[in-house]
């Protein structure tokens, strides 16, 4: 990698609370979880699509992570009511790397009981 595009990796951010987060690894929890991923300081569940192509089941993943692992959860929440979704475009696994072309899916559940 040529020192400019060195210089212009940056690390990623939670699009949720834009703390700096882990990058993603090995999913130990759950039996089947495909993608590398983790957990936000903030309690957002991330899943890294390395190829741009597979942003169905990351988003999924995601979401699974989210819920611990509960499918029947997962299926019913709301995205307007029960979660948070952000992305982070141009992340190369480490870095945002503007050539980079994987993408992180970031799912935070908003609180179970809501006053409003
Ligand atoms: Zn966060």
Known sequence: MSRFLRDRAQPARCPLCRAVISPPKHVKEGLWYEFDGGFCQCGAA?????????????????????????????????????????????????????????????????????SD
Do not use: W
């Open 46 to 114: 991330y899943a890294y699509d390395p190829t741009a192509r597979n942003g169905g089941p990351a988003l999924l993943q995601a979401m699974l992570m989210a819920c611990r692992g509960d499918m029947e959860k997962a299926m019913s929440l709301s995205p307007d009511t029960d979660y948070d979704e952000g992305h982070v475009h141009r992340y190369d696994g480490h870095h945002v790397n503007p050539q980079a072309f994987g993408t992180l899916y970031f799912i935070r559940r908003r609180p179970a009981i809501n």
